[in-house]
């Protein structure tokens, strides 16, 4: 309900790895990052806004770059539009710096909706996530979400896609709740032949608004 009213600083950096998983190709870029959710007619819509504020420098070899979008918004497994299309089963609790989390795991259910997809060369293929979040039991707040595909995806040549959003606590001027939003996301991709991986950070969150 309140993601819409932040807007925040986002640095990414993309990381081409090579056989030995050693970095061969780094490329950073910063942008002023807005998200808007909408709900029209219960069909559930998000634009993602990044202007550019500092540009990577270009590949002399042009080397292709993975480009990751949306994965701070990987929390709407759990928004009513897209719960359906999940299985979620309890685990095992998760203690961390002595507070107690619950832990919740997820499955996509083949078919239905999913609030994410691959797009390869002019096509979007939905992505079938299943993985862990964890949850802290005393006020419903997500603090981490790990996600992958589980090799469902071989046909169209990715063999690894798996994602790891961390949330952390923000606090505003003159408001008195505290609100959890994504901190840093990393996407890691592996095809037969290529191996990415993708950190973005998001800082300084500022409440937005328009009139």
Known sequence: DQFSNVKCVEHVEQDKLNKDGKVELKEESTYDYLVILSNPGGQLTLDESRLEVKQPKQDKK????????????????????????????????????????????????????????????????????????????????????????????????????????QYAPVTFKDVKETYWFPAQATVEVETPRQHWRNTHRFTDYKQFSVS
């Open 62 to 165: 042009n080397r292709a770059m993975l480009v990751s979008n949306g994965f701070a918004t990987l929390f709407l497994i759990f928004h009513p539009y897209y719960a359906g299309g999940f299985q979620f089963t309890q685990v095992e609790d998760e203690v961390i710096d002595g507070h107690r989390f619950s832990k919740v795991a997820f499955h996509h259910v083949h078919g239905s909706r999913t609030p994410a997809a691959l797009s390869l060369r002019g096509k979007e293929y939905p992505l079938e996530l299943s993985g862990t979040a964890v949850i802290d039991p005393q006020t419903g707040s997500i603090t981490h979400i790990e996600a992958g595909i589980e090799n469902t995806m071989e046909d169209v040549g990715l063999n690894v896609l798996q994602s790891d959003v």
